[in-house]
């Protein structure tokens, strides 16, 4: 119930094209869903996140889109470029003591 | 970038040695946590602190111990480290735990135990 379940595990797309990063949780308490971006050596930074109040969160070339009914939220990378290239970890944010429980990373590679 | 500074950034030891990992931070947030990363399994929360001396387990606190003297500083210690704790440390940071709060993440510790 505490868990976030990430897809796909590595993804490799083109320059120009659509990056598209998948989580699903099952605990309805969950109230914020952030995303962090990780560059090799360096820790994880805030990308974007939502609220699940809200159906699409767009920054930029990054959106967040959210299916409360379903449970499962995603990344979209707009017109990716070879410097998105990068680990990308969604999270839900847990009742109790309000940690943020992760997903277990998408390794992203665009190719030039 | 946050002011985390993590030490050592890389260590190698033995198996059965104590360990201690360092963050000290120039924010004066609040909260304050260590994080382990390993392949397939994302971050996982190993203990966090919510103010001097107040601290609390994580989901994988078992054979660590942490502990916070002053705002700034927070250890994490492997009281006799294993093969299994080899990972990437991370330290981080955040004013609160409220809706919509950004943690802030140190530049990690690298550690092998051999």
């Known amino acids: 119930q505490q868990q976030v379940k990430q897809s796909p595990q590595s993804l490799i797309v083109q320059k120009g094209g659509i990056s598209i990063i998948n989580c699903a949780y099952e605990n309805t308490a969950f109230d914020y869903f952030p995303w962090y971006q990780q560059f090799p050596g360096k820790g994880p930074a805030l990308l974007i996140a939502?609220?699940?109040d809200v159906s699409e969160k767009k920054e930029g070339r990054f959106t967040i889109s959210f299916n409360k009914s379903a449970k499962q939220f995603s990344l979209h990378i707009m017109d990716s470029q070879p410097g998105d290239s990068a680990t990308y970890f969604c999270a839900a944010r847990a009742g109790g003591n309000y940690q943020l429980i992760w997903g277990a990373g998408t390794k992203l590679i665009i190719k030039p | 970038d946050a002011g985390i500074t993590q030490s050592p950034r890389h260590k190698v030891t033995e198996t059965g040695t104590p360990v201690t990992l360092r963050c000290h931070q120039t924010e004066n947030h609040r909260y304050m946590y260590w994080y382990r990363q390993d392949p397939g399994h994302g971050l996982r929360l190993i203990h966090y602190?919510?103010?001097?001396?107040?601290?609390d387990k994580g989901e994988v606190s078992d054979g660590y111990s942490v502990s916070r003297s002053k705002t700034e500083d927070f250890l994490l210690t492997l009281e006799s480290a294993t093969s299994s704790q080899t990972s990437v440390y991370f330290c981080?940071?955040?004013?609160?735990?409220?809706?919509?709060?950004?943690?802030?993440f140190g530049e990690g510790s690298w550690l092998t135990v051999v």
């Open positions: 981080a940071i955040s004013e609160s735990v409220g809706v919509g709060n950004t943690i802030y």
């Open positions: 602190s919510y103010g001097v001396k107040d601290t």
């Open positions: 939502i609220r699940p």
